[in-house]
């Protein structure tokens, strides 16, 4: 079993930044790939970033490029999300997701485990 545990969420105004973070913990292994997905009301889950072990290779949604950025610290076995300029419409519930390494593309990653979810709501 893995635990994946968020926390930075909160409530922002427009053009604010937010930093995410997940802890892993349990039968986890540095060398999974780990994500970021979000949901908003009323609407499917959708991945937003994306990023192998070695961290040598991230995905971004295009609604979030040039804006977001995720990191990890093996070390910690944690994954951070850096969201700046943030608009109305990043307003979801953010998860974090675990997987284990493949050959396929990392926007195609297929989460093992799932975090409980942490809200932010950003207001215009």
């Known amino acids: 079993q893995v635990q994946l545990v968020e926390s930075g969420g909160g409530l922002v105004q427009a053009g604010g930044s937010l930093r995410l973070s997940c802890a892993a913990s349990g039968r986890t292994s540095s060398t999974y790939r780990m994500g970021w997905f979000r949901q908003a009301p009323r609407k499917e889950r959708e991945i937003v970033a994306a990023?192998?072990?070695?961290?040598?290779?991230?995905y971004y949604a295009d609604s979030v490029k040039g804006r977001f950025t995720i990191s990890r610290d093996n070390a910690k076995n944690t994954v951070y999300l850096q969201m700046n300029s943030l608009k109305a419409e990043d307003t979801a519930v953010y998860y974090c997701?675990?997987?284990?390494?493949?050959?396929?593309?990392?926007?195609?990653?297929?989460?093992?485990?799932w975090g409980q979810g942490t809200q932010v709501t950003v207001s215009s």
């Open positions: 997701a675990i997987a284990r390494p493949g050959l396929a593309p990392i926007a195609t990653m297929i989460p093992e485990y």
């Open positions: 990023i192998t072990w070695s961290g040598g290779s991230t």
